[in-house]
T-cell receptor
Framework: EAGVAQSPRYKIIEKRQSVAFWCNPISGHATLYWYQQILGQGPKLLIQ????????DSQLPKDRFSAERLKGVDSTLKIQPAKLEDSAVYLC?????????????FGPGTRLTVL | DQQVKQNSPSLSVQEGRISILNCDYT??????FLWYKKYPAEGPTFLISISSIKDKNEDGRFTVFLNKSAKHLSLHIVPSQPGDSAVYFC?????????????????FGSGTQLTVLP
């Protein structure tokens, strides 16, 4: 079974530029998550999709971050414009979804450096 | 407001000895608890979980203990091996209710860097 795919793996940009990350979840997984992991901290949930609808985006800085999940499969996360404090690893995860407990599977992450 | 706390940023253990990683939580709505392991340049990988109705779950060298009254859980690794050296994240699961639907969410601790010395 293929895992969660993310690209690019690394990205370096200057502040005020824009950047986009892509995620392809495990086939059949209804729920998709984007996390931000700053060095020395645990992953922090930014946005959660169930199929192509947003379940929770309360911690997404909506003035600069946006995300979409078209057709309930792949997802993109965009930052525009980027700030220095956005330097972090952006993790995508997926799960079968619903309220029954099931495991979240993580992709390898995209390491973003904002100069 | 940190709902899941790992107070030890790092832990060093000799190979063959026991590693004990600790985690505290505050939210009584959490009903599953998980441990994830993370190597550099990789995403977190699931290690072991425990339901809130249990107090112990064992999987090979890994055992998780849950003390609900103290809102505390721990991960024991016996015997520790050099390949266990990684960052270990404690996570807690709860159901998130919204008008768009209900789904589970994980809240993570800040992680503990475990180093197993040969």
């Amino acid at each position: 079974e293929a895992g969660v795919a993310q690209s690019p793996r690394y990205k370096i940009i200057e502040k005020r530029q824009s950047v986009a990350f892509w995620c392809n979840p495990i086939s059949g997984h209804a729920t998709l998550y984007w996390y931000q992991q700053i060095l020395g901290q645990g992953p922090k949930l930014l946005i959660q999709f169930q199929n192509n609808g947003v379940v929770d985006d309360s911690q997404l800085p909506k003035d600069r971050f946006s995300a979409e999940r078209l057709k309930g499969v792949d997802s993109t996360l965009k930052i525009q414009p980027a700030k220095l404090e956005d330097s972090a690893v952006y993790l995508c995860a997926s799960s079968l979804g619903g309220i029954t407990y099931n495991e979240q599977f993580f992709g390898p992450g995209t390491r973003l450096t904002v100069l | 407001d940190q709902q899941v706390k790992q107070n030890s940023p790092s832990l060093s253990v000799q190979e063959g000895r026991i590693s004990i990683l600790n985690c505290d939580y505050t939210n009584s709505m959490f009903d599953y608890f998980l441990w994830y392991k993370k190597y550099p340049a990789e995403g977190p990988t699931f290690l072991i979980s425990i339901s809130s109705i249990k107090d112990k779950n064992e999987d090979g060298r890994f055992t998780v203990f849950l003390n609900k009254s103290a809102k505390h859980l721990s991960l024991h690794i016996v015997p520790s091996q050099p390949g266990d050296s990684a960052v270990y994240f404690c996570a807690a699961s709860a159901i998130w209710l919204s008008i768009s639907g209900s789904a589970r969410q994980l809240t993570f601790g800040s992680g503990t860097q475990l180093t197993v010395l040969p």
